[in-house]
């Protein structure tokens, strides 16, 4: 069973800092990954989309990165902003087992950006 | 383009009472899903339809959830009777094509609260 695992939990960081969160998973037969983006009391937006043959994405100050044979993935977010508040998410797009086509979330990490 | 709609957004129930919930998918999307989504977690998959056809139930609690797309495209999720642990925010997300290979679009969701 496919399990992703977020780290950290929560962060808090001054506004202006790059900043990195981490999201891995134990199953590398996946056909991607995506990381969304979600906003209090809203729906989840994709922020990045990387198919399982890429090794990165880029859109904007979010750069995404994929490692599928370690099970790894970074979201890197730089000269980060207090509008960049909000819980981050990490899922996969299983490919194989009972889980195919099935996206896994990540428990999220909880991101404040103070001015 | 208007996005996923769901209604209503806010619903509180006693238990053992039933509640439904109604998502309207972007229109062309011929993939549907119901996640749930538990305080502090990330979003679980309840069901999955491909045009009218439920192709991935398998963590749909039968005995209490049910779900219908009948025309492929507005779908319906049910609970009776509800019980206290289903109070969460349950989600619903479209995509154009197969799960693997299209972004999905997630809808506001509802934040059900079972008394």
């Known amino acids: 069973k496919q399990e992703v695992t977020q780290i950290p939990a929560a962060l808090s960081v001054p506004e202006g800092e790059n900043l990195v969160l981490n999201c891995s998973f134990t199953?590398?037969?996946?056909?991607?990954l995506q990381w969304f983006r979600q906003d209090p009391g809203k729906g989840l937006t994709s922020l990045l989309l990387?198919?399982?043959?890429?090794r990165e994405q880029t859109s904007g100050r979010l750069n995404a990165s994929l490692d599928k044979s370690s099970g790894r993935s970074t979201l890197y977010i730089a000269a980060s902003q207090p509008g960049d508040s909000a819980t981050y998410l990490c899922?996969?797009?299983?490919?194989?087992?009972?889980?195919?086509?099935?996206?896994?979330f990540g428990q999220g990490t909880i991101l404040t950006v103070h001015p | 383009e208007a996005g996923v709609v769901q209604s209503p957004r806010y619903k509180i129930i006693e238990k053992k009472q039933p509640v439904a919930f109604w998502c309207n998918p972007i229109?062309?999307?011929?993939?549907l899903y119901w996640y749930l989504q538990n305080l502090g977690q990330g979003p679980e998959l309840l069901i999955r339809?491909?045009?009218?056809?439920?192709?991935?139930d398998s963590q749909l609690p039968k005995d209490r959830f049910s779900a219908e797309r009948l025309k492929g495209v507005d779908s319906t999720l049910k609970i009776q009777p509800a019980e206290l642990g289903d109070s969460a925010v349950y989600l619903c997300?479209?995509?154009?094509?197969?799960?693997?290979?299209?972004?999905?679009?997630f809808g506001p969701g509802t934040r059900l609260t079972v008394l």
């Open positions: 997300a479209s995509s154009f094509g197969l799960a693997h290979a299209d972004t999905q679009y």
């Open positions: 199953d590398s037969a996946i056909y991607n």
């Open positions: 990387i198919q399982s043959s890429q």
């Open positions: 899922a996969v797009i299983n490919a194989g087992g009972t889980s195919y086509g099935k996206l896994t």
């Open positions: 229109s062309g999307h011929n993939t």
């Open positions: 339809y491909e045009n009218e056809e439920a192709v991935d």
